[in-house]
């Protein structure tokens, strides 16, 4: 499970880690940088895993790979590449050890305005991740659009998981359900699922 603590305060994160939970996803590049830092003060025994999983801007992805351990939601070669350059130059800082963890994010009804890749692209930006020597491929992620039934949805992105996980063998994260829809995300597979509300409630 990723506790998905975007809005609420890192005093409440350190409260889940009390709790055993140590993956935590952000929206935000500033928030999330704020926060890790934060955390890192209460709970300095605490080794948090932060995954950023909303939109990123490119600008952003200096900043990012000095504290996250992930992006989950990587939709653009534009984007690989800018992480790339970001992971590289981190490791050169010696502000990073280990690869940028990303995953393809799967857009189910190729809605632009929602972010992620079409599915029949899925495969050529997995590979370019794949190729690329700063960042890792942990495999996809997808959020069930408004007006699709969950499992329709989440069948889709089973099966474009499938084909990345054929392609690249370690690429075995599949990161879909929220709060409203987990169960049926992981009747299909998901091994990721980001709860947010039903952990922490409604801000």
Same mark, same amino acid.
């Given at each position: 499970?990723? !506790? $998905?603590?975007?809005?609420?305060?890192?005093?409440?994160?350190?409260?889940?880690? +009390?709790?055993?939970?140590?993956?935590?996803?952000?929206?935000?590049?500033?928030?999330?940088?704020?926060?890790? =830092?934060?955390?890192?003060?209460?709970?300095?025994?605490?080794?948090?895993?932060?995954?950023?999983?909303? #939109?990123?801007?490119?600008?952003?992805?200096?900043?990012?790979?000095?504290? =996250?351990?992930?992006?989950?939601?990587?939709?653009?070669?534009?984007?690989? /590449?800018?992480?790339?350059?970001? =992971?590289?130059?981190? $490791? /050169?800082?010696?502000?990073?050890?280990?690869?940028?963890?990303?995953?393809?994010?799967?857009?189910? +009804?190729? +809605?632009? /305005?929602?972010?992620?890749?079409?599915?029949?692209?899925?495969?050529?930006?997995?590979?370019?991740?794949? /190729?690329? =020597?700063?960042?890792?491929?942990?495999?996809?992620? !997808?959020?069930?659009?408004?007006?699709?039934?969950?499992?329709?949805?989440?069948?889709?992105?089973?099966?474009?998981?499938?084909?990345?996980?054929?392609?690249?063998?370690? !690429?075995?994260?599949?990161?879909?359900?929220?709060?409203?829809?987990?169960?049926?995300?992981?009747?299909?597979?998901?091994?990721?699922? #980001?709860?947010?509300?039903?952990?922490?409630?409604?801000?």
């Amino acid at each position: 499970m990723l !506790a $998905v603590t975007k809005t609420w305060p890192a005093e409440d994160v350190a409260l889940l880690t +009390d709790l055993g939970l140590t993956a935590f996803g952000e929206n935000k590049e500033q928030e999330g940088a704020a926060k890790a =830092a934060e955390l890192a003060a209460l709970r300095p025994d605490v080794a948090a895993q932060w995954h950023v999983v909303g #939109r990123l801007q490119r600008n952003k992805a200096r900043s990012l790979a000095r504290w =996250a351990h992930a992006v989950d939601s990587v939709d653009s070669v534009r984007l690989v /590449d800018a992480l790339e350059r970001a =992971a590289s130059a981190a $490791v /050169d800082a010696g502000e990073r050890t280990t690869p940028l963890e990303v995953l393809v994010q799967v857009s189910v +009804d190729a +809605d632009p /305005d929602r972010g992620g890749t079409p599915v029949d692209e899925v495969p050529a930006l997995a590979d370019r991740v794949a /190729d690329c =020597a700063h960042l890792r491929l942990g495999g996809v992620m !997808a959020v069930a659009p408004q007006g699709v039934e969950p499992r329709e949805a989440f069948a889709t992105v089973w099966e474009v998981a499938q084909g990345v996980r054929a392609a690249h063998a370690g !690429a075995v994260t599949l990161s879909a359900g929220m709060s409203g829809d987990l169960e049926a995300a992981v009747e299909y597979g998901s091994t990721v699922v #980001r709860v947010g509300t039903a952990l922490l409630g409604r801000r």
